[in-house]
């Protein structure tokens, strides 16, 4: 048995970043994740004034502004990273003062526009749809919102970040939700850092006044990382991957991903604290609604070629507007390496083969990246990616923890 320490959750530290500098107090972040995403997240709040220090890869501590950003006026470029450009928003606009927001080409193309209209609507000032736009900061009035988050919980979260800095609180009404364990863990920090919210059904209600530091909070290892790991034990008979510090106990809903996995016929132990997945003789093929947990998708296609039948995931077509078109790049890049693959609108089915070499367009998407590289294990030196580095928006030392987990596996008897 191999653990597997996965780095911090993206999910975790950029809300938890938001949060310190929205809180009064100092709050000192313990295992962060150090990756592109977060450090565009903490750079950008760095641009804006707030009193931030990244120095160590293991704490990072943020010095909070309840009354909002410093700097009066200031140029934020999130780079590829869609929670930063996001979750900023409305921190910003709760304070006062000009701000012109970009990102990179890649985030450009993202959706933004429905949360930028509800942030007008409670009272931002924003010239411009879509990326660059320029926002005037007077404060938040707050309100009532009907909230569609069919195609990002990123929306739903950014508002509900944004509701205690609000002068009259905020409410709101959600039609649609994607990725709902994303929300779960947006209250579960939001309410540590002393927000008054309340959930009644698709109604949320979040009472005004501001958020206080915590002092220190412990990120958890990210779920979506681990699948990768996880995954990796499946697709190799008698091996085990256990990924401490995540467990029953974590809110993060991609560790959904290692129940999908004993559908298929993967030995799965989820304690409190840990997962741990030992790999079967050969996978089942499984249908599996991956609506709550789509993040996982490139994982569970990369590897389904493997499995004694065919493999369907549905639900899944907000993967349409992620970095890429999440689902028609596992599509590609499956049938490049001849296996044959069905797509719908909101679906995927691929069908068991055995892989041939070929070369991946990653499309400078980490999780395209790391999903293929799994596949590769089980037909060593068959998957070229053309971009192997794009793993640094999430996971830098993806290519390095993959290498040493098999090196250990190679020093052990299977199972």
Not at 77 to 94: S, V
Not at 170 to 196: E, N
């Amino acid at each position: 048995m191999a653990d597997v320490v996965v780095p911090g959750s993206k999910s975790e530290t950029n809300r938890l970043l938001v949060l310190a500098a929205a809180a009064d107090g100092r709050t000192v972040l313990h295992r962060p994740l150090v990756a592109d995403d977060t450090e565009a997240c903490a750079r950008a709040l760095a641009a804006l004034g707030y009193d931030i220090d990244i120095t160590s890869s293991e704490r990072w501590t943020v010095t909070g502004r309840p009354e909002g950003p410093a700097a009066t006026e200031a140029s934020v470029n999130t780079r590829d990273g869609a929670t930063g450009a996001r979750f900023l928003p409305g921190l910003t606009a709760a304070g006062h003062g000009v701000y012109h927001f970009d990102a990179s080409e890649q985030m450009r193309r993202r959706p933004i526009t429905p949360l930028l209209d509800a942030l007008r609507t409670i009272g931002a000032d924003i010239e411009g749809g879509t990326l660059p736009y320029t926002l005037r900061a007077n404060g938040l009035a707050g309100g009532r919102l009907v909230v569609d988050a069919g195609v990002s919980s990123q929306y739903l979260t950014a508002l509900l970040l944004a509701g205690p800095l609000t002068r009259t609180g905020l409410t709101l009404h959600v039609t649609q939700l994607v990725s709902a364990p994303y929300i779960d863990i947006t209250l579960k920090l939001m309410r540590l850092f002393g927000a008054r919210v309340e959930r009644a059904g698709d109604v949320f209600r979040i009472e005004p006044g501001g958020y206080t530091s915590p002092g220190e909070v412990t990120v958890e290892p990210d779920a979506s990382t681990a699948s990768y790991f996880l995954a990796a034990a499946a697709i190799s008979p008698g091996r085990s991957v256990t990924v401490p510090g995540l467990g029953s106990d974590s809110a993060q809903g991609d560790l959904g991903f290692a129940r999908v996995l004993a559908d298929m016929g993967a030995a799965v132990d989820i304690q409190a604290r840990s997962v741990t997945v030992t790999g079967p003789d050969r996978l089942r093929g499984v249908t599996a609604d991956l609506h709550h947990l789509s993040d996982t998708m490139p994982t569970l296609a990369a590897i389904a070629p493997l499995a004694t039948g065919p493999v369907r995931i549905t639900n899944v077509a907000n993967t349409r507007v992620k970095e890429c078109d999440r689902l028609e790049a596992c599509a590609a890049g499956l049938r490049a390496l001849g296996v044959p693959v069905a797509t719908g609108e909101d679906w995927i089915e691929i069908q068991p083969a055995q892989p041939t070499a070929a070369r991946i367009e990653t499309q400078r998407d980490h999780r395209i990246a790391m999903a293929f590289s799994v596949l590769d294990l089980r037909v060593p030196g068959a998957v070229e990616l053309d971009d192997p580095g794009c793993v640094i928006k999430t996971c830098p030392g993806f290519h390095g923890l993959l290498a040493d987990l098999v090196a250990r596996w190679e020093k052990e008897p299977v199972s």
